[in-house]
T-cell receptor, first 114, second 115 residues
Framework: AQSVTQPDIHITVSEGASLELRCNYS??????LFWYVQSPGQGLQLLLK??????LVQGIKGFEAEFKRSQSSFNLRKPSVHWSDAAEYFC????????????FGAGTQVVVTP | GAGVSQSPRYKVAKRGQDVALRCDPI?????LFWYQQALGQGPEFLTY????????KSGLPSDRFFAERPEGSVSTLKIQRTQQEDSAVYLC?????????????FGPGTRLTVL
């Protein structure tokens, strides 16, 4: 069975600074990996996804993530955060032979200070 | 509408009451998922429909939870004899096809509070 760990429950970052959110997964084969963002009162929005190929994935809102098989990681990065990036971020893994069932991490809350 | 909608957005129930939560997926979407998100946690899978067929209900916590999608569009999640531990946000998601390669679109959720 797959599992996802997000080691950081809460991160505070200054506006304009870089951001990196950690995600580690456990899965027997190459998984499908996702990052979602959840703003208050909003549904989860897909930022980016990795299935295969280039291990550096570009997403929306200036986010990118890098798949590192050797470290079982899929960390999310943004070079310069904006106040609107304050939200909760979820990493998710899916079995490649499934019809779409996700295993989500517990989430990382990002606070952006002026 | 353009996205997944859920109603009601907020529901307060007394312990022991039955509740029904509605999900309107994006029109034409084959797959529909229900998730439960407890406070401070990530969403946990409850059940999956492909059209009207419930193909996976392995995440339903107990037999008090029941979901249906009779015509392959709107879905209802019913919780009987609600307990305090049922308090959570219930999320619905839909995708055009089946499989992880197809983007899942999430609704805003229904926040259930059981007193």
């Amino acid at each position: 069975a797959q599992s996802v760990t997000q080691p950081d429950i809460h991160i505070t970052v200054s506006e304009g600074a870089s951001l990196e959110l950690r995600c580690n997964y456990s899965y027997g084969a190459t998984p499908y990996l996702f990052w979602y963002v959840q703003s208050p009162g909003q549904g989860l929005q897909l930022l980016l996804k990795y299935f295969s190929g280039d291990t550096l994935v570009q997403g929306i809102k200036g986010f990118e993530a890098e798949f590192k098989r050797s470290q079982s990681s899929f960390n999310l990065r943004k070079p310069s955060v904006h106040w609107s990036d304050a939200a909760e971020y979820f990493c998710a893994v899916g079995a490649t032979d499934s019809w779409g069932k996700f295993q989500f991490g517990a989430g990382t809350q990002v606070v952006v200070t002026p | 509408g353009a996205g997944v909608s859920q109603s009601p957005r907020y529901k307060v129930a007394k312990r022991g009451q039955d509740v029904a939560l509605r999900c309107d997926p994006i029109s034409g979407h084959v797959s529909l998922f229900w998730y439960q998100q407890a406070l401070g946690q990530g969403p946990e899978f409850l059940t999956y429909f492909q059209n009207e067929a419930q193909l996976d209900k392995s995440g339903l916590p107990s037999d008090r939870f029941f979901a249906e999608r009779p015509e392959g569009s709107v879905s209802t999640l019913k919780i009987q004899r609600t307990q305090q531990e049922d308090s959570a946000v219930y999320l619905c998601a839909s995708s055009f096809l089946a499989g992880l390669t197809d983007t899942q679109y999430f609704g805003p959720g229904t926040r259930l509070t059981v007193l």
